[in-house]
T-cell receptor
Framework: KNEVEQSPQNLTAQEGEFITINCSYS?????LHWLQQHPGGGIVSLFM???GKKKHGRLIATINIQEKHSSLHITASHPRDSAVYIC???????????FGTGTRLQVFP | EAQVTQNPRYLITVTGKKLTVTCSQN?????MSWYRQDPGLGLRQIYY???????DKGDVPEGYKVSRKEKRNFPLILESPSPNQTSLYFC???????????????FGPGTRLLVL
């Protein structure tokens, strides 16, 4: 079992829909990261969370430390949100991130 | 502009021919890292460095070398590339102090490597 699990693996949506991507982890962490990778390949950091909730535009990330679970929400989705979304856990006891395998999102007009 | 640069962006080579992929950051970050990305496997860490002259193995270090002689540069060296090292490679940097959490990572644009 992977230490960081994402669901779903693939997600399709119509423009305007509310999107939720989930990330569960099994290790104690000091932070959790959400990354976005567009089809061109570049990776951008969206959020770093250690508790609660963060919002940036139409993107919202939440984390529940007790339940070892984080969600990434996209409100009013748009075709330009089509990308792979990756969560990464930052464990207490190492200097390395543990990555999920990503969720591929496609938003159709 | 804050950035991580990688060169080359695309590389086709043959088995056994030594190559170096350069990585440079202009943010004075302590932490630098190399990842490879393969379909279905996600991002896997090859090596990382906490600071100058301090490097550690990641999850898949076999067949790779790194060095950190200057804070801004972290080259990835493949002494004798093999076809199973065909992959998409990313360099990243961030603020991080040993024992502390990793702050926002900045990724380079990626290097697509094909080893024939």
């Amino acid at each position: 079992k992977n230490e960081v699990e994402q669901s779903p693996q693939n997600l399709t949506a119509q423009e305007g829909e509310f999107i939720t991507i989930n990330c569960s982890y099994s290790v104690g962490i000091s932070a959790l990261h959400w990354l976005q990778q567009h089809p061109g390949g570049g990776i951008v950091s969206l959020f770093m969370l250690s508790s609660g909730k963060k919002k940036h535009g139409r993107l919202i990330a939440t984390i529940n430390i007790q339940e070892k679970h984080s969600s990434l929400h996209i409100t009013a989705s748009h075709p330009r949100d089509s990308a792979v979304y990756i969560c990464a856990a930052d464990p207490y006891n190492t200097d390395k991130l543990i990555f999920g395998t990503g969720t591929r999102l496609q938003v159709f007009p | 502009e804050a950035q991580v640069t990688q060169n080359p962006r695309y590389l086709i080579t043959v088995t056994g021919k030594k190559l170096t992929v350069t990585c440079s950051q202009n943010m004075n970050h302590e932490y630098m890292s190399w990842y490879r990305q393969d379909p279905g496997l996600g991002l896997r860490q090859i090596y990382y460095s906490m600071n100058v002259e301090v490097t550690d193995k990641g999850d898949v270090p076999e067949g790779y070398k790194v060095s950190r002689k200057e804070k801004r540069n972290f080259p990835l060296i493949l002494e004798s590339p093999s076809p199973n090292q065909t992959s998409l490679y990313f360099c990243a940097s961030s603020l991080r102090y040993r024992g502390g959490r990793q702050e926002t990572q900045y990724f380079g644009p990626g290097t697509r490597l094909l080893v024939l």
